[in-house]
């Protein structure tokens, strides 16, 4: 199975509702990026978190990680349609240079 | 796309024919990957390089070479296409070796018949 897994594979809110989606993996990691992929369009980063920090923001986006759980979460605060998307998390393995993607939660953003 | 042009964005061809997909970057970073992306599957690591002529091979890289004899562009060759490699196959490129921000490309959505 995959380094990072993203939970749930799908959800749906309402706009200014917030999203919240957890990513977890199985090894040391050096760092967590999130990426976001628009229907028909290639992958844009968001942000990264580092090993040995704890929390994250930038702008509407919040990412934790838990390094002893090995998980993080991407929450997305007061939605907008147009966060409608698929968000991704990648994890840079502490051993080596691989960078491993989950297979993604599909975010619905309701009007 | 950051400065990243993947062509042709659309191709339908047969099985066994062989099948080169391009991608051209005007950032002049060092490194450039190769993904395909599945259903089920996330995005999966075929082969990166790490300055011209410097390849190595990713997670999935059996059926597939690459080639990159300039900075900018980054070849990615089927030789005898199957129905498996079917997929979006996506370019990326990164400045920093530790793949710490990755740019990528629009994708080219493949077809093997």
């Known amino acids: 199975s995959q380094q990072g897994e993203e939970d749930p594979q799908a959800l749906s809110i309402q706009e200014g509702e917030n999203a919240t989606m957890n990513c977890s993996y199985k090894?040391?990691?050096?760092?967590l990026q999130w990426y976001r992929q628009n229907s028909g369009r290639g992958l844009v980063h968001l942000i990264l978190?580092?090993?040995?920090?704890r929390e994250k923001h930038s702008g509407r986006l919040r990412v934790t990680l838990d390094t002893s759980k090995k998980s993080s979460s991407l929450l997305i605060t007061a939605s907008r349609a147009a966060d409608t998307a698929s968000y991704f998390c990648a994890t840079k393995e502490a051993a080596g240079n691989k960078l491993t993607f989950g297979g993604g939660t599909r975010v619905l953003v309701k009007p | 796309d950051a400065g990243i042009t993947q062509s042709p964005r659309h191709k339908v061809t047969e099985t066994g024919t062989p099948v080169t997909l391009r991608c051209h970057q005007t950032?002049?970073?060092?490194?450039m990957y190769w993904y395909r992306q599945d259903p089920g599957h996330g995005l999966r690591l075929i082969h990166y390089s790490y300055g011209v002529k410097d390849t190595d091979k990713g997670e999935v890289s059996d059926g597939y070479s690459v080639s990159r004899s300039k900075t900018e562009d980054f070849l990615l060759t089927l030789e005898s296409a199957t129905s498996s490699q079917t997929s979006v196959y996506f370019c990326?490129?990164?400045?920093?070796?530790?793949?710490?921000?990755?740019?990528f490309g629009s994708g080219t959505q493949l077809s093997v018949l």
């Open positions: 978190i580092r090993s040995n920090e």
């Open positions: 990326a490129i990164s400045e920093a070796r530790g793949n710490e921000k990755l740019f």
């Open positions: 090894t040391s990691i050096n760092n």
């Open positions: 950032e002049n970073h060092r490194y």
